[in-house]
């Protein structure tokens, strides 16, 4: 019953949707003209795509890098297809691999358009990245016999209890998948809880990212401009977050006149929108999008608004101090591995269910805290300033705990060799 209503909305949304999207891709940027890929209708291939990858959005892309980079490196270029859902997911795929991989927006949940996708694209493997749980996808991906892998897998405490609701649903799903490799032994626990059959705990690919050597580069010819002014930076922001964070601001530059916030919201929708807020709240403030080269950075400003995309690298490297955004709002936090891996100290608001076991690892290592309240974000970054060797041993500590934990991406290469060499199952 459930999975005929789902088909039934589903149908009954998809123009709706296709509309609503493609008008949002066209005020982000991206070509109106894209709108079949929607509907399963991409270029087909001459020969069958090594593996398709279907990273949601944005942050799944960048998570996804080093495992997408392996790939491409093990099949050759052009055997790789990456779906996203999102139009910053879509160009970061752009950014980062050009016409290395191929590339389109994922299909709607529905079977016709699942098997137009199927047909076109012709893959060996579906790698999925981390929680994305599609029934249709699924069963069609099991009636054509093409191996399914849940890659870099993780389901919180709070996803566990949405999915208690409909777990008999959720079961059957998850029994079309072959393999679900997480990133911990709690996720691993959590995913059996819901009847996935094959489970493996392979560790998070995220600690396996190398920061591009050319965007930290970049990040400290910025840094140079501004000087040996102290800069924090607050990343990957969420609506409800930012006030927060230029309150703490404010209240920082009491104490420290010449200090500079690195503002980078999570999606590029909102930049305008925080733009403007910036504007009516009266700050002075220097936007990304404003300048091509370090020189025409105001070597003065208190803020700078970081409206780009692809350059998280380049941004922290600016900073002695990073914040980590979508935790003080309830959304779950965002990903705190890239600023330890490049020895920043880290911190983050109580809201990190997301990302429960990274940032256990960080704490107990001493190389992040949490801030209790957007109150206390600027007495915790006032401290920092003011203990240069806190810092640094915060920073070492939190990319030494990075570094001790890389080898995830080698591990679900070997699982993925073991799904391959073994698929399909006899037919008894």
Known sequence: MLRLLYRIVLNLGVWPATLLLTLRARRQGDAAGRWPERLGWVRRMERPIAVW???????????????????????????????????????????IWGKRVRHSYVPFDLPGMV???????????????????????????????????????????????GYDRIRGSIAKVLQQVTLVATQSEA????????????????????FDLTPPEAALQQGRQWR??????????????????????????????????????????????????????????????????????????PSDTPLLLGDSTG????????ADVAFIGGSLVEIGGHNLLEPASIGLPVLFGPHMFHFVDARRLLVDAGGAQEVAS??????????????????????????????????????HLALLDEVRATWPPTVG
């Not at 990245?129 to 890659?151: D, M, N, S």
């Not at 059996?192 to 995220?206: E, F, T, Y």
């Not at 350059?311 to 600016?318: D, G, K, P, V």
Request: hydrophobic share 50%; with cysteine; aromatic share 6%.
């Open 224 to 297: 140079e401009a501004l000087g040996s002014r102290p800069v924090w930076i607050a990343a990957s922001t969420h609506d409800g977050e930012e006030a927060a964070v230029l309150a703490a601001h404010r209240d920082l530059l009491r104490w420290y006149p010449d200090a500079c916030l690195v503002l980078v919201p999570r999606h590029p929708q909102r930049f305008e929108a925080v733009a403007r807020a910036l504007d009516r709240d009266g700050w002075r403030y220097a936007r990304r999008s404003g300048f091509s080269d370090a020189a025409e950075i």
């Open 115 to 161: 098997r137009r996708f199927l047909h076109r694209v012709q893959p060996q493997v579906c790698l999925v990245l981390e929680t994305e749980l599609w029934p249709h996808l699924f069963a069609v991906l099991a009636q054509r016999r093409i191996p399914l892998f849940i890659a870099n897998a993780r389901l919180s405490p709070r996803s566990l209890r």
């Open 374 to 411: 957007a109150q206390d974000l600027a007495v915790d970054i006032a401290a920092l300033f003011a203990e240069p060797d806190t810092r640094a041993t915060m920073g070492q500590a939190a990319a030494e705990a990075v570094a001790a934990n890389r080898g995830a991406v080698a591990r």
């Open 311 to 318: 350059e998280m690298f380049a941004y922290l490297a600016m």
């Open 187 to 206: 996720d691993a626990l959590r995913f059996r809880s819901l009847g996935a059959p094959n489970v493996v705990c392979a560790g998070n690919i995220k």
């Open 53 to 95: 990858v279907h990273a949601a959005s944005l942050g799944e892309v960048v998570a996804a890098r080093p495992l997408i980079d392996a790939l491409v490196a093990r099949h050759g270029e052009g055997s790789i297809w990456i779906t996203t859902m999102t139009t910053s997911g879509s160009q970061a795929v752009r950014d």
